[in-house]
């Protein structure tokens, strides 16, 4: 049995002086006269001195810009930090630069469900992007207008994105599983000029149309003036008459190639958008965060070089889908001239350890996996180290819930002994991670390795204390670049505002617990705030309760999500219903296929439950947070003040629930609900 803390691999020699960080570190001596005898002395000069420690990043990487920067960064203020003025610069531009490099070597790696694996070279992706960038420029997109996809992960929709910031337009995902509600609260807010959009997907097996969903979506998004179609699951497809304004893909990208010295990339300002990601809305519609060319590229130049090590002879896999900010980092792999797997299907079809079979078939260095998917493979007894050639695997990234000790274990009793396994944690307001991996570090059991470079991460009490040894606040107490700009259609900035720095002005308060024990290693503890944090990805509960709430028979409702040991989660939804309304398996059956409808698979709770009141504040906000803690052990007295409450006798229910049930120790049955699509 293997105890939280136990030391369980420490980098071989060679490895570690192999890596992309050590010789960061020597050209940090070699130039800049700084000697770093460890990981943790140069951490605190990155967070001390962080203007010098992003300028190095700058140099290092020999960003390319139409003209100098003015200066790293004008205030060290949260938020309204300007970062690199005056620098013009292109996101995409870097992405590619590989290419002239070894127009031969393989940049993705890609498989379906109705695709047989391929590969493409960096020559052909290039060739592509330029092709699809220029056709866009011919329909009249112009930096700054919105371009949106709804296609699954395949390359098709990463040369969109990459043609799309080519240009300077901002792009914007969301996965083809999304119901159309979910799709058009987010892209509505935007506006957007141009739709991408697949005529379906297939998982599991099953082929899911999207003809009608699309049509449905159109007919939402006003400033849609061309839609381009990619027949996917019947490639032989032509463009739907019902579909306006609608071209083929296959047809817009049948023109004769663009060379890259007659390319011209958009390079764009500082602040100027680089795409919308959307994360949760508690309180109304899903946050709209706008990221910038220069601070993600900056971001992703030393997440992927430093704290995954990746390199030109490198393939990263992670199964994501096109929703999620996971896709993002994964074609970010191609900063470092690493190859990309890209997998769209069900990841345990057709068997549990199909994954690790194409980790296998590509070469994978690094591969991503979720605890989840660690307990399904340990309780069937798969140990892929003994079933595939895993020879060239260096790493793996652990994502989407807290890891446990065992979980660690596994993969070195079960995958390989040399191995460097990682957990991370961050999220899509920054598109990378907070807290993460270190090539020169060992590795303990259940533990985060260390905090990430410029990331001035610490644990705080609720009166704003730092903590060590003991769960706080996971606060960033100094500006980092890839922070949001701001929100789309945020005036005078309010939402962003309220979202992370209203508990502690001027510091970022992320909204997870975190615990720093005195070497450095953290730990992940959930969610403190009422965001839904499901296998990783985010939830806004307003998203249910627009759904739920429009059901004839629902009064009223209230959704948590408790994480659970093993990477396990458990959702439910509490109803409280209509006079002479009848709890059955019908009215069930309604809540689930509307969630799914109107939003996606994972909106949907794992039980529901009717009660007789849902718990409010004196403010009329109902009680989430209280409810999640008390559902997850703590005490009343320390959940809930019963003073600060509007109906105090409804929080009785909640102790009852969880001195009572055992459907809080829930574990899921169904393999494939970590990542369902269906």
Request: charge should be negative; include cysteine; charged fraction near 25%.
């Amino acid at each position: 049995m293997v105890n939280e803390g136990q030391l369980l691999w420490t980098p071989r020699p060679e490895f570690a002086e192999n890596s992309n960080l050590t010789r960061y570190m020597r050209w940090l001596k070699q130039t800049r006269d700084r000697d770093f005898k460890d990981y943790e002395s140069l951490r605190q000069w990155s967070v001390t001195d962080i203007e010098d420690f992003w300028a190095s990043i700058w140099d290092y990487f020999q960003v390319q810009s139409d003209q100098p920067y003015l200066r790293v960064l004008d205030q060290r203020i949260m938020p309204g930090a300007r970062w690199f003025e005056g620098s013009r610069l292109n996101y995409a531009e870097h992405l590619l630069r590989a290419e002239a490099e070894g127009e031969g070597r393989t940049v993705f790696h890609h498989l379906t469900e109705n695709r047989p694996l391929q590969t493409m070279s960096w020559g052909e992706l290039g060739k592509q992007v330029r092709i699809l960038a220029t056709q866009l420029r011919s329909l009249g997109v112009v930096p700054g207008d919105r371009v949106v996809s709804y296609m699954p992960n395949v390359p098709e929709t990463a040369i969109a994105m990459m043609a799309t910031i080519a240009i300077g337009a901002v792009w914007s995902s969301a996965a083809p599983e999304f119901g159309v509600k979910t799709v058009t609260e987010r892209f509505s807010q935007i506006q957007p000029k141009i739709l991408f959009a697949a005529d379906g997907y297939r998982f599991g097996g099953k082929d899911f149309k999207r003809e009608s969903e699309v049509r449905s979506i159109i007919a939402d998004l006003p400033t849609l003036e061309r839609v381009i179609w990619l027949p996917y699951l019947n490639p032989k497809g032509e463009v739907p008459q019902a579909l306006p304004k609608a071209m083929s893909w296959n047809r817009l990208m049948d023109r004769e190639p663009v060379s890259r010295d007659k390319f011209r990339f958009e390079r764009v300002d500082y602040d100027h958008p680089l795409w919308i990601v959307f994360s949760s809305g508690t309180t109304g519609l899903p946050k709209a965060i706008v990221h910038s060319h220069v601070g993600v590229l900056l971001e992703h130049l030393k997440l992927m070089h430093f704290h995954l090590n990746l390199g030109p002879e490198s393939v990263m896999f992670f199964y994501s889908t096109t929703g999620w900010m996971m896709w993002n980092l994964l074609l970010a792999a191609l900063v470092t001239g690493s190859a990309a797997v890209l997998y769209d299907g069900n990841p345990a079809y057709p068997s549990l350890d199909f994954l690790w079979k194409l980790a296998a078939d590509t070469g994978a260095t690094s591969f991503g996996a979720s605890p989840t998917y660690v307990q399904m493979m340990e309780k069937a007894g798969l140990r892929p180290g003994e079933l595939y050639d895993l020879s060239r695997l260096e790493g793996v990234l652990v994502a989407g819930a807290p890891s446990t000790p065992e979980t660690f274990d596994w993969f070195y009793r079960c995958v390989k002994k040399d191995l460097w396994v990682t957990s991370q944690s961050g999220g899509t307001e920054l598109c990378s991670g907070f807290v993460g991996a270190s090539p020169l570090l060992p590795v303990h059991a259940g533990e985060i390795q260390t905090r990430m470079l410029g990331m001035d991460v610490h644990a705080w009490s609720d009166d704003g204390k730092e903590l060590f040894d003991e769960v706080g606040e996971l606060v960033a107490t100094s500006p980092f670049p890839s922070m949001p700009i701001r929100f789309w259609n945020d005036a005078g900035g309010k939402r962003y505002r309220e979202s992370y720095f209203e508990v502690y002005p001027g510091v970022w308060r992320h909204g997870d617990f975190i615990k720093i024990n005195q070497r450095g290693g953290c730990y992940i503890y959930g969610r403190s705030d009422s965001t839904l944090n499901r296998y990783g990805v985010r939830i806004g509960t307003a998203e249910i309760y627009r759904a739920v709430e429009q059901i004839e028979e629902v009064a009223d409702s209230l959704i948590v999500c408790c994480e659970l040991p093993g990477g396990h989660f458990f959702m439910p939804l509490f109803l409280r219903l209509k006079p002479g309304v009848q709890f059955d398996d019908a009215l069930r059956d309604r809540v689930a296929a509307r969630l799914r409808d109107d939003c996606s698979p994972r909106h949907v709770p794992d039980r529901m439950y009717q009660v007789e009141a849902v718990p409010y504040t004196l403010t009329g906000k109902k009680m989430e947070v209280p409810v999640r803690k008390i559902l997850m052990g703590w005490p009343l007295e320390k959940a809930a003040s019963r003073d600060a409450m509007m109906n105090p006798e409804a929080i009785d229910y909640f102790v009852r629930f969880a001195q009572e049930s055992i459907d809080y120790r829930w574990r899921p049955a169904d393999p494939q609900l970590a990542s369902a699509r269906g």
